[in-house]
């Protein structure tokens, strides 16, 4: 098969090119094989192919193939899994930049009748990962208003749209005005654009007595601003620092003393690995809101066709032109309905 192989971290994304790597083969009793139909391009991909990434240290070594959110078909999977072969899954897993890939069955769910694979495929690991920082880790409450700082990225929309269905306020901050439209149709309660010296302050005008903001989700390391957003005794969740270019920033301690701040960090990927229960609960806190119908793909204008076209993608993503989740389409249209076991009920 075809795939991007990162044999040595790279110092030039522009680099990347497919090239033939073996069929991945199942590693755990409950993996599934499964032909990627499309690719999300993510942040963690431009990180994980140059090393960057704190999973670098030690679980992501070369060589490997890039990628991390997908959506396709299930090929073959064990006798007693969930996934029959020709279900449409989507969901997260190390080696997305290829034709197929082989996870275990707890990494995804099923790709929900109404939702294309490329709709799916832009939700990815990403509306799990928010629903845990939102949800379990900083216990955002109904009538609440949280600060969704990255909001207009894979996860940022995700977060916001969490936000806005559990009953809660969303205040977003975002680099232009096409962003900021966005996050208007998302329902967005307040917009700020991070380019205005004092965008902290218009933050804090938009909450409701101005004191300032309950629950910070910051998923681009902005952490000293997120302090100043918060209210008295309010909580902020570190996610992750897209804006910081590596170069993490050193926080003044006492400003969390003087709020009586609570901070969190949210690692999604590692609660995996030693808590998979309460990664379980994050993806079925978030699937309630997808079969509730109030979550809505945000999949970015431009089309990417094929590994080829990687290097464009992550260079648009770098360059700042994207919002929710640029695509790769790699096996597009051998996506196939298969009907749902309450489906084939319904019609016999
Ligand atoms: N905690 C976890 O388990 C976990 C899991 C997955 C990902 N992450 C991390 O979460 C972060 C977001 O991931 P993503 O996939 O949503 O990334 P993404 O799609 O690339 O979005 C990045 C967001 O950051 C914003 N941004 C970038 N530079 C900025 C700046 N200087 N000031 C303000 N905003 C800025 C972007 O807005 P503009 O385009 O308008 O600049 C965009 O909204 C990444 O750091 C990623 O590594 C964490």
Same mark, same amino acid.
């Given at each position: 098969?075809?795939?991007?192989?990162?044999?040595?971290?790279?110092?030039?994304?522009?680099?990347?090119?497919?090239?033939?790597?073996?069929?991945?083969?199942?590693?755990?009793?409950?993996?599934?094989?499964?032909?990627?139909?499309?690719?999300?391009?993510?942040?963690?991909?431009?990180?994980?192919?140059?090393?960057?990434?704190?999973?670098?240290?030690?679980?992501?070594?070369?060589?490997?193939?890039?990628?991390?959110?997908?959506?396709?078909?299930?090929?073959?999977?064990?006798?007693?899994?969930?996934?029959?072969?020709?279900?449409?899954?989507?969901?997260?897993?190390?080696?997305?930049?290829?034709?197929?890939?082989?996870?275990?069955?707890?990494?995804?769910?099923?790709?929900?009748?109404?939702?294309?694979?490329?709709?799916?495929?832009?939700?990815?690991?990403?509306?799990?990962?928010?629903?845990?920082?939102?949800?379990?880790?900083?216990?955002?409450?109904?009538?609440?208003?949280?600060?969704?700082?990255?909001?207009?990225?894979?996860?940022?929309?995700?977060?916001?749209?969490?936000?806005?269905?559990?009953?809660?306020?969303?205040?977003?901050?975002?680099?232009?005005?096409?962003?900021?439209?966005?996050?208007?149709?998302?329902?967005?309660?307040?917009?700020?654009?991070?380019?205005?010296?004092?965008? =902290?302050?218009?933050? +804090?005008? %938009?909450?409701?007595? !101005?004191?300032? *903001?309950? /629950?910070?989700?910051? #998923?681009? &390391?902005?952490? =000293?601003?997120?302090? +100043?957003? %918060?209210?008295?005794? !309010?909580?902020? *969740?570190? /996610?992750?620092?897209? #804006?910081? &270019?590596?170069?993490?920033?050193?926080?003044?301690?006492?400003?969390?003393?003087?709020?009586?701040?609570? /901070?969190?960090?949210?690692?999604? &990927?590692?609660?995996?690995?030693?808590?998979?229960?309460?990664?379980?609960?994050?993806?079925?806190?978030?699937?309630?809101?997808?079969?509730? &119908?109030?979550?809505?793909?945000?999949?970015?204008?431009?089309?990417?066709?094929?590994?080829?076209?990687?290097?464009?993608?992550?260079?648009?993503?770098?360059?700042?032109?994207?919002?929710?989740?640029?695509?790769?389409?790699?096996?597009?249209?051998?996506?196939?309905?298969?009907?749902?076991?309450?489906?084939?009920?319904?019609?016999?």
């Amino acid at each position: 098969m075809k795939a991007i192989v990162i044999d040595q971290f790279v110092s030039d994304l522009a680099s990347l090119k497919p090239r033939e790597a073996s069929i991945p083969q199942p590693k755990g009793p409950k993996d599934l094989h499964v032909r990627i139909t499309h690719a999300a391009v993510t942040h963690v991909d431009t990180l994980y192919a140059q090393g960057l990434h704190q999973n670098n240290h030690r679980h992501v070594q070369p060589p490997f193939i890039l990628g991390n959110e997908f959506a396709g078909i299930v090929t073959s999977s064990p006798a007693s899994s969930p996934f029959r072969p020709g279900t449409r899954v989507f969901g997260g897993g190390l080696g997305s930049y290829a034709e197929s890939i082989c996870v275990d069955e707890g990494s995804v769910r099923r790709v929900p009748g109404r939702w294309s694979n490329a709709e799916a495929c832009a939700v990815g690991a990403s509306g799990a990962v928010s629903w845990g920082s939102l949800i379990s880790v900083a216990n955002l409450q109904q009538g609440e208003t949280a600060l969704i700082l990255g909001a207009s990225g894979g996860l940022g929309v995700m977060a916001v749209q969490i936000a806005k269905a559990i009953g809660a306020r969303a205040i977003t901050v975002v680099g232009d005005e096409e962003k900021a439209e966005m996050m208007r149709n998302l329902g967005a309660d307040g917009v700020v654009d991070y380019h205005a010296s004092n965008w =902290e302050d218009e933050v +804090k005008a %938009l909450t409701e007595d !101005g004191e300032g *903001v309950h /629950v910070v989700y910051d #998923a681009i &390391g902005a952490i =000293e601003s997120g302090l +100043k957003c %918060l209210r008295y005794r !309010g909580r902020l *969740v570190i /996610v992750g620092f897209a #804006a910081r &270019g590596g170069k993490i920033e050193e926080v003044r301690a006492n400003r969390i003393l003087l709020k009586s701040i609570t /901070v969190h960090g949210y690692r999604f &990927g590692e609660d995996g690995r030693r808590l998979p229960e309460r990664t379980k609960e994050a993806w079925d806190g978030f699937m309630g809101l997808v079969e509730a &119908g109030r979550i809505k793909p945000v999949i970015y204008k431009e089309q990417y066709q094929g590994l080829g076209e990687i290097c464009r993608a992550l260079e648009d993503l770098q360059m700042h032109k994207t919002w929710g989740r640029a695509i790769l389409r790699i096996n597009e249209g051998m996506e196939v309905d298969i009907e749902t076991e309450a489906e084939q009920k319904a019609r016999l």
